[in-house]
Every structure is written in C-alpha cells, then in structure tokens.
C-alpha cells in the first residue's frame, strides 16, 4: 500500500467523457476560441421564475439547515403526486427517495445491490455513467445491443436471450440519452412478459426525460403499466431537463420499500440530505405550473426537425429523427476512413473548427457523435455550417 494509491473500484472507472469534452471545450473559450458547444445535455432555457422564487423564499425563511436525509416531508409528497399525474405510479411518499439529482439515485441503487460478478443489461448506445457505474460496484456489464434502423430499440427477445442466472438489473432509459428511443406501451408490456419469465431481474426505468417525447402519445413507463412487477421496478425521475434545473441538483426516486430503504441508508452516510433550497424549488416545480412543458417540448420538437433534416443533407452523415429527449446521435461511418475510423479523433476535429460534439463511442456507439439540439435555431444553424464545413 503507497499512499495515493486508488481503489480497486475506482480503478474501474474512468471521467465522464460528456464532462471531458466541455471542459475541453471552456479551455479553448478561455483561450479566446469561438466554440459552440453542442456536447451537454441541459436545456438551454431559464428556470421558470416561480421556480426561483420559491428557492429565494426558502432562503429568506432561513430554509438552510439539515432537512430529513432523503428529503423533506412536502418534497416527498409532491414527488410522489408527479409520479402518480405525470408517471401514472401509484407511489406513497414514503416510498420516494430524494437525491442530488437522478445520477445520485442511479448510483446508489447500484451501489446497493450490485456485488462482483453480477449482470448488468445496460442497452447500447447507453448514458455514459451506467457502465462506469457498474463497473465501480463490481458488475459486469452486458451489452444489448440496439441499431438505428429500429429507431434504438431492443425487442423483448434480444433482451431475453442475454439473461443468465447473475443477471440482476435490466437499466432502461426512455426517452432515451444518446439515442432519443422511446418504449411505446406495447414494447414495455413485451419486456414485462420477459421480466415475469425471470424473477431475478429488476428494472431501473429513467425517466428523466419523461415530457420529451415528440410522437404525441402519453409517457410510457413500465411500474405503470406493469403493476405486478413495481416490487421489482425503481423509477427514476427529477427536475433537472423537465424543469431546467440542472445546477439545483435534485432527483426523485419510487419503488420497493427494501430498495428505498438501502439507498437511504447510504444517501445517510455519504451525502447527506439533498439541499435544502434546492428541495424547496423542486417542490414549486412539482407542484406549480406545468403549462410551459408544452411549449418547451414544441420548440425542441421544431429544434429537432430542423437538425436532422440539416444534417441528413451532409454528405456522410444521417440520423433517425429521435422520437424523445434532446439529442441526435449522427452517424458518420462513410467519412470515418479519414479519422483512422477512431471517432474520437473526428469529435476533436470538429472541436478545433469550432463545435465541441461527443464521439459516439463514448456511449458504446462507433463511428460518429451526438449533438444536444438544446440551442437556440440561430447557435445550431451556425453549429451545423461550421460542421458542414469541417467535414467538406
Ligand atoms: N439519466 C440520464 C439518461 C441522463 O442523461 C442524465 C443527465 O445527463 C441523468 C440521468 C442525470 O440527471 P441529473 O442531472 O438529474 O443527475
């Protein structure tokens, strides 16, 4: 033993490649560069100002002790009437754990139940934390595989065909980062089929970008729909891209009371409560206002219209037009002989002409890179010429 020397676990794992990216990106800024940066995920909108509002009452109240670990009492209720309104979950307050955000409640529930040697389903092109989360418990990820021909999406089958008897989590992410996929009511139902064939797997349904979905339909989500299997099922949902509020950091959380139980009690001797003028805003977001949802999701909607269409028109790239979220995963394949087909060397080419992106295999994708579309028309349109020009 050296001092300074790490963990097993946390040689494991390596830096966000999302964050790497923008802080290589704020370095060129800072250097006096003109970068757009297209490599973050949040939405480019205020917070609502009933919102901030709420978070500067919550200061003057002298609102800025310790609240209970996993949340406060009005926190807990209003998170358990968005998953009922907006989610369709029948969950009780007591069954909702609340976090520095949906990331928190990712990790812990991992970090709780996964033990070396367990299988973790993690559908690919995925977020970039959930395998490097697995990992640092000790599981092993197992890749299921999805293509764009089918819009991202995996069939109950292929899901089936990679459970084995260590299998312990299926991580499902709908409206989906990188990809956009979204899990229609049947799909889901098809996976519940599967999940009650196999009474070991559990679900992780993120739900973080549940009011961005283009297609018109209703938020799908598996506990709804699958009433039967909720002991098996943790939802995971937030303010952070609903509501533009990133920096506040709050995730909410439902599901069996063993589950919520146990992140608690690491949430207790880790991180504390989540804090508390950020809980205060969250509640307004809850329960204020929903209205504006709409319209952002209508921008976004023309937003994404407008970047793939541009973007099918560039000679070597294409993408399916997501049907959720704020991102469009581009494939580059025909172009990629003149990066060594390494994408990571066409990403930084493109940060160098001026837009910093986010190589596809960053999310266990190859041979191309994803772009938020949360930008206004103006940025994109000036992001989609520099890009254009980069690849000419
Ligand atoms: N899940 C997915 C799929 C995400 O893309 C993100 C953020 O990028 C999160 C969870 C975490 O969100 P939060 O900022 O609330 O921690």
Known sequence: MTAGSLSQALQRIEASPTTAMTDRASELRAAGRDIISLSVGEPDFDTPPHVIEAAKAALDAGDTRYTPVTGTARLKAAAARHFKRDLGIAAEPASVVVTAGGKQAIFEALAATVSAGDEVIVPSPWWVSYP????????????????????????????????????????????GNPTGAVYT????????????????????????YAPLSYSGAPHATLAALCPDLADRILTVSGVSKSHAMTGFRIGVATGPDWLIEAMGRLQSNSSGNPASIS????????????????????????????????VNAIAGLSTPAPDGAFYCLIDAAPLMQRFDSDDRKLALHLLEQGVAVVAASAFGG???????????????????????????
């Open 279 to 310: 809980q205060a805003a969250a509640v307004a977001a809850f329960e204020g206002p929903q209205d504006f949802l709409g319209q952002w999701r209508e921008t976004f909607r023309q937003r994404r219209d407008m970047v793939v269409e541009r």
């Open 185 to 208: 009511q049947s799909m889901l139902r098809g996976i519940g089929d599967v999940l009650r064939r196999h009474p070991q797997v559990m679900v992780l349904s993120d739900d973080i």
């Open 366 to 392: 190859r041979n191309g890179f994803r772009i938020s579309f949360a930008a206004s028309e103006e940025v994109l349109d000036e992001a989609l010429k520099r890009i254009e020009r980069a690849l000419a």
């Open 132 to 175: 490097q989360m697995v990992r640092f418990c000790g599981g092993r990820v197992v890749p299921l595989i999805t293509h764009a021909k089918d819009g991202y999406r995996f069939e109950p089958g292929e899901f089936e065909a990679l459970i084995t008897p260590s299998t312990n989590w299926l991580l499902l992410n709908s409206p």
